[in-house]
């Protein structure tokens, strides 16, 4: 049997063509960074210069998704989703202890008004000291609820001062939430904000089961919920439109822009003028 030759140091070190068949091709473009890498002492080979480049990548990823979760708009998302629990958890406990406190004191009035009359009982007995414990969480989760709103009413205009300005800082806030990011708000199209919240009943539309809906957490705001139901959808209309310039003057720009707001108030101005001439918008009309 003929022994083989070793390769000497040249054929040791990874060339394009030997590294064709092993990785990717659009890796190995001019300049060839595997065999730079080894020439210049930064890794033993190949292998070990992949494996150094993966771990940069993902120190620098995981930087990213940390800088990112540091942002002002996701401190919004975290808070507003925090108040929801919060006051979701306030209302089960509530009722929880309520009930448990009716049958242990006369006169127990329901929801949190009730928990807090319970929560300054004095109680009498192990059991009552429950109750009235469970009473007073409920209390305490209903202030934090109330401390976290204040937190958004705070936070909101300082994230997205446009946004706010015309939706208010809790429908600003839910809004950048359902959207998953101020950025992401700012490049949906309007008819997409317009219906943010109503997931479930758009996709009872489009499997036909539905109509499709007109708004979808818009609805709360004071120009959608106080329109006239025959003109609901072209308010709807308007403010998602104006709502997605707002985002996107608050997210490209950061400024006021004084011109969105007027133009929100003059348009639906009209939309609800027709209320006094009783004529409603020829398709909202059909739809109700």
Do not use: C
């Not at 609820?145 to 015309?166: F, H, K, Q, Y």
């Not at 996709?203 to 979808?216: D, E, N, Q, T, V």
């Not at 439109?241 to 707002?246: E, F, Q, R």
Request: hydrophobic share 40%.
């Amino acid at each position: 049997m003929t022994a083989e030759t070793p390769p000497d140091d040249d054929q040791r070190k990874p060339t394009s063509a030997s590294l064709a068949g092993r990785y990717p091709t659009d890796v190995l473009v001019s300049p060839d960074w595997p065999v730079r890498a080894v020439e210049s002492g930064f890794a033993a080979g190949a292998d070990e210069y992949y494996d150094r480049l993966k771990a940069a990548a993902t120190r620098a990823t995981r930087e990213a998704v940390r800088e990112r979760e540091r942002a002002d708009d996701a401190q919004l998302i975290h808070a507003v989703r925090a108040m929801d629990d919060a006051e979701r958890t306030a209302n089960e406990l509530a009722e929880r202890a309520v009930e448990w406190a009716g049958s242990l004191f006369d006169e127990v009035e329901p929801g949190i008004e009730g928990a807090r009359a319970v929560a300054a009982r004095e109680p009498e007995s192990e059991v009552e000291r429950r109750a009235v414990s469970l009473a007073a969480r409920a209390a305490e989760l209903d202030d934090e609820r109330a401390e976290l709103a204040e937190t958004i009413g705070r936070t909101a205009p300082a994230v997205a001062p446009n946004l706010s300005e015309m939706a208010g800082p809790e429908l600003a806030a839910r809004l950048i939430a359902l959207a998953g990011g101020l950025e992401s708000l700012a490049k949906k199209p309007s008819g997409t904000v317009q219906v943010l919240g109503a997931e479930d009943a758009l996709f009872a539309h489009l499997s036909g089961r539905a109509p499709s809906p007109k708004h979808g957490i818009i609805y709360t705001h004071e120009y959608v919920r106080g329109t006239r139901p025959a003109d609901r959808g072209s308010a709807a209309r308007a403010l998602a439109g104006k709502l997605t310039l707002a985002a996107r003057a608050d997210h490209y720009a950061g400024e006021r822009r004084s011109q969105l707001h007027a133009d929100l108030r003059e348009r639906m101005a009209t939309i609800r003028a027709r209320a006094d001439t009783d004529e409603p918008d020829a398709a909202e009309a059909g739809d109700e």
